[in-house]
Nanobody
Framework: QVQLVESGGGLVQAGGSLRLSCAFS????????MGWFRQAPGKEREFVAV????????HYTDSVSGRFTISRDNAKNTVYLQMNSLKPEDTGVYYC???????????????WGQGTQVTVSS
């Protein structure tokens, strides 16, 4: 059974940084593209970033490009999201998810973590 467990969320001031981690288990990690999504209160879940199986390709939503970096360590079955220059509008629950291919639509992802809260104060 596939499990994804996020960690690393918290409260940070605007301009600060956080690093999220997502531990994957239950199937061969290197066969999945991994994505990060977020959901703010009252809003739909939105795509943040995705990384390919080997880590050679990645894609970001425009609002985080240049501030966030997605990476993965296939030896540790873990994907990361380094978030710098955080803004209040980055606040939300952050989810990691696994998909067979690189996608930006939540419906294309097969497995999801439980989420970790990120709150950015102004």
């Amino acid at each position: 059974q596939v499990q994804l467990v996020e960690s690393g969320g918290g409260l940070v001031q605007a301009g600060g940084s956080l690093r999220l981690s997502c531990a994957f288990s239950g199937r061969p990690f290197s066969t999945y593209a991994m994505g990060w999504f977020r959901q703010a209160p009252g809003k739909e879940r939105e795509f943040v970033a995705v990384i390919s199986w080997t880590g050679s390709n990645s894609h970001y939503t425009d609002s985080v490009s240049g501030r966030f970096t997605i990476s993965r360590d296939n030896a540790k079955n873990t994907v990361y999201l380094q978030m710098n220059s955080l803004k209040p509008e980055d606040t939300g629950v952050y989810y990691c998810a696994a998909s067979i291919n690189i996608h930006t639509a939540p419906r294309e992802y097969d497995y999801w973590g439980q989420g970790t809260q990120v709150t950015v104060s102004s």
